[in-house]
């Protein structure tokens, strides 16, 4: 439940999952929650095995990932103002959009914001269920379990806002307000990752 919540807030995840599902059609939506939901494996290992407690313990590794994020958001946002006057809504997205490119921007994105790793050192504990298992075996489950939830409340946005991508295609300024909406998010996050 606490999941379900958390997932349903709005957050930096999921406007970009709206904004790509919008832009670029679902299955575009569904491979940037792919990649998000890779990136929440990778920071459940991280907690499993104490690496997370070491990046917040180190002010300077955690400012370091932090920048290197920020300045990888801040290069997407470049390349969308570069790429033209618009995104084509489920025109052309091949010359410009691939379900790898954006599988793999949703990873980088969530592997590279330290502080998902630093929520999940915060929530998790408060949820460990067993004295006899092993905590890196509840730290999975409980991770599995968070991408699971999270997933299909992902999904769900997804397939949504793909659904009305068509009939947003409509409108020629559509494409121009969603290329500026996807600037504003990445410089937004950057943000967020530098100073939130």
Known sequence: MATFVLALSPGPDNIFVL???VGNGKKYGLAVVAGLMTGCLVHTT???FGVSALIKNSP????AIKVFGAAYLLYLAIMVYRAGDAIALNGNVENTKSVPRLFRQGFIMNVLNP????FFLAFF???????TLSTVIQFYVLGFLFILVSSIVFSAIAVLAGTISSFLSAS???GSILKWGQIIAFIAIAIYLLIG
């Open 60 to 63: 300077v590794v955690f400012t």
């Open 125 to 131: 504990p408060g949820f460990l269920f067993s004295d």
């Open 172 to 174: 020629k300024r559509t």
């Open 46 to 48: 991280l907690l499993a």
């Open 115 to 118: 502080k998902v790793t630093i």
């Open 19 to 21: 904004i790509q599902s």
